[in-house]
């Protein structure tokens, strides 16, 4: 028997021989007084004297993160998460059958205390026990006491165990929670609607890329987990919501890496009468605004950077970052007539070392040449804007330049963090958008975007000019948190099955 065999079976013995006590070994419910962080923050600061001369009595609960025996002396160590207290147990100072408890706690048991405070001679803050009750068996060994779950792969595998002995990982879980409450707050604050828009859609649409089918049973008909709430949001503003948001899960049955997680988490809006240059000005309010209120600051730390997320934000096109990076790579000038004409840039990305597609325009190569060369550089808050139309299939297109769309995307730590465009809102345009992406599906591009025949009639009702934008919720967590890779703000990320 291995040494984890043995301390499982000491501790199912011993929820065993709490049963034959008579100890209701799952009880039901337990009402406590105050909770281990109320305690701690109430009576922290109060000095031995005052402990004595209030006799401040508790009832309280928590899980066991302690175990110690001093002769006669025993201490627990209780924590409810977020804090911990000290208990002291004498058996002398409790009834028989609570001190037969004690023997038979086991490191992670959950326990309910009533006492008094008190400090020891070592002046720690302390509950004296006068009554234990049993509420939980921890019937598994915690992994490596309470100091840490250091292997990576368990703590996303079993988030639970992370949240135990990782008071850091419950720290970036709370602010995730604080982050989207300031992101909601600063919409609704502006007069935004918050709306829910379908998960299972008929055509995966709203975004480039390829998504993942299921079936429903009584309909007859596959659907598809939405890529995003796009299409369905822009209804909206047909029917006259001007201004509507979403904070909810997309998927997209792409590859994982630290950027992408299947499911993940967005926050998109859109607004009559706006366009991409309205929503860079309020994206760069809205970044700073929910740092300073959800971590206190706008001034964040990120790996090895400092990052200032203080308006205004740079502002760089698209076309002049591939045209740059191309020109100092290659130790020639390489102009913005070479990326539009698809034979010049096809050239320039193989000297670079990208594959070309047959199937890809000369915008789409422009944006390869961008993505691997330049993205990665983008560190302090940067707005990429000017998109090549045949990458941006839901974008309006520059009245004086039909190969270049009104789109940017905001890159903070070297990613992307937001994706925003003027709707384009020309149902004949809208349709011959989609028939080229139609062409790039049927050459095999299984992440090109579908025809949408009740979006285009959608159009046909009129959609006044409109700005939309999503903002990814989980990399946003990241930045604000110093989280290296989207794993550690996803509570359960998707992992490969175990043999």
Not at 74 to 97: C, H, W
Not at 103 to 114: A, P, R, Y
Not at 233 to 249: A, D, Q, Y
Not at 276 to 284: F, P
Request: charged share 30%.
């Amino acid at each position: 028997m291995t040494s984890l065999d043995e301390q499982v079976h000491q501790r199912r013995t011993n929820l065993e021989e709490l049963a034959k006590l008579g100890v209701e070994i799952y009880p039901r419910t337990f009402e406590r007084r105050h909770t281990i962080s109320q305690l701690v923050g109430a009576y922290g600061q109060r000095t031995h004297d005052e402990l004595e001369a209030e006799r401040i009595e508790t009832v309280t609960s928590g899980r066991i993160l302690g175990i110690r025996s001093f002769g006669k002396a025993n201490f627990l160590v209780l924590s409810d998460g977020l804090a911990k207290i000290q208990v002291y147990i004498r058996q002398d100072s409790m009834p028989e059958l609570d001190f037969k408890i004690f023997k038979l706690l086991d490191f992670g048991d959950w326990l309910g205390v009533e006492g008094r405070l008190f400090r020891t001679k070592t002046n720690e803050l302390t509950i004296w026990a006068s009554r234990l009750h049993f509420l939980a068996k921890c019937l598994l060994p915690l992994p490596e006491k309470w100091h840490g779950l250091t292997d990576v792969e368990i703590r996303y595998r079993q988030r639970y165990l992370d949240l135990i002995v990782n008071p850091d990982s419950r720290r970036v879980f709370e602010l995730r929670s604080r982050i989207i409450a300031a992101m909601r707050e600063f919409m609704t604050g502006r007069g935004y609607l918050e709306v829910e828009t379908p998960m299972m859609q008929p055509i995966a649409g709203g975004a480039i890329a390829r998504p993942f089918i299921t079936h429903h049973n009584t309909l007859e008909m596959d659907l598809y987990l939405r890529i995003a709430p796009e299409l369905y949001l822009k209804r909206l503003t047909v029917g006259g919501l001007e201004k509507v948001f979403e904070i909810n899960r997309n998927f997209r049955n792409e590859g994982i890496s630290t950027q992408h997680n299947p499911e993940f988490t967005m926050m998109e809006f859109y607004e009559a009468y706006a366009d991409y240059e309205a929503l860079m000005t309020m994206t760069e309010e809205m970044i700073g605004t929910v740092a300073r209120q959800a971590i206190g600051t706008d001034q964040i730390t990120f790996g090895e950077h400092q990052i200032s997320l203080t308006a205004p934000f740079t502002r760089l096109s698209l076309r002049d970052a591939a045209r740059e990076a191309a020109s100092h790579r290659l130790h020639r000038e390489i102009g913005d007539a070479d990326l539009r004409s698809r034979e010049t840039v096809a050239g320039i990305a193989r000297e670079l070392g990208i594959d070309v597609d047959p199937g890809h325009g000369a915008g789409k190569i422009t944006t390869e040449i961008f993505e691997k060369f330049c993205e990665d550089r983008l560190i302090q808050p940067t707005f990429v804007y000017d998109f090549p139309t045949d990458v941006s299939p839901l974008s309006k297109q520059k009245p004086d330049d039909p190969d270049t769309v009104e789109r940017f995307e905001l890159y903070i730590g070297g990613f992307e963090i937001a994706n925003a465009f003027s709707e384009l809102n020309d149902p004949a345009e809208q349709r011959r958008r989609f028939e080229a992406q139609f062409k790039n599906r049927q050459r095999g591009d299984l992440a090109a975007h579908a025809m949408d025949e009740d979006y285009i009639r959608a159009l046909e009702y009129g959609l006044p000019p409109t700005g939309g934008e999503g903002v990814g919720i989980d990399r946003l967590v990241m930045l604000l948190t110093n989280s290296p890779s989207i794993r550690d703000v996803i509570l359960f990320p998707l992992m490969r099955k175990r043999e």
